[in-house]
């Protein structure tokens, strides 16, 4: 069976995460690279071809009037899970914009949030591609779900 070659970001993930603070490394340079995620001082936890976890903890500099995390944070915490996730994952010969986000907010997120973005391996193909986005409490509860729009086209030619 034949492996595809690591994208840069897998490649990057595999190297820093098996040190002592490799996560909070790996989430640090994807923060510069790509700056307004550091808004929320993500945590990139977990990063496997298809699949990203991000956690967005719940401080004072994420709420909102109510002392919940504010849903934008947990957007953004989403959408750095399915970029994070899309740079690791795409085949080399196709390459990705964001068309559009579909969010339900389900419940107070009264904790930490845990972000998750996923796709199946197949999905990578021209067109349309919808990412599934969740993002869970401490107790595992869906705070909010749905979906981010992807456009799939091949890369041009050099």
């Not at 705070?143 to 981010?148: D, E, F, L, R």
Request: hydrophobic fraction near 40%; glycine fraction near 4%.
């Amino acid at each position: 069976m034949h492996t595809a070659k690591p994208t840069k970001v897998m490649a990057l993930y595999n190297r820093v995460s098996r040190f002592s603070y490799g996560n909070k490394i790996f989430s640090l340079i994807i923060s510069r690279m790509a700056p307004y995620f550091s808004t929320i001082k993500p945590l990139i936890t977990d990063l496997r071809p298809h699949r990203c976890v991000c956690l967005v903890k719940k401080r004072r500099a994420v709420h909102n009037h109510i002392k919940t995390v504010h849903v934008i944070a947990i957007c953004n915490g989403l959408e750095m899970a399915m970029g994070v996730m899309a740079e690791s994952s795409i085949p080399a010969h196709l390459r990705w914009l964001p068309k559009g986000m579909s969010l339900d907010y389900t419940a107070k997120a009264n904790s930490d949030i845990r972000c998750v973005a996923e796709v199946k391996p197949e999905q990578w193909v021209l067109g349309d591609l919808f990412v599934n986005v969740t993002a869970y409490d401490k107790n595992d509860i869906v705070v909010v779900k749905g979906t981010i729009k992807l456009w799939i086209t091949e890369k041009p030619t050099k």
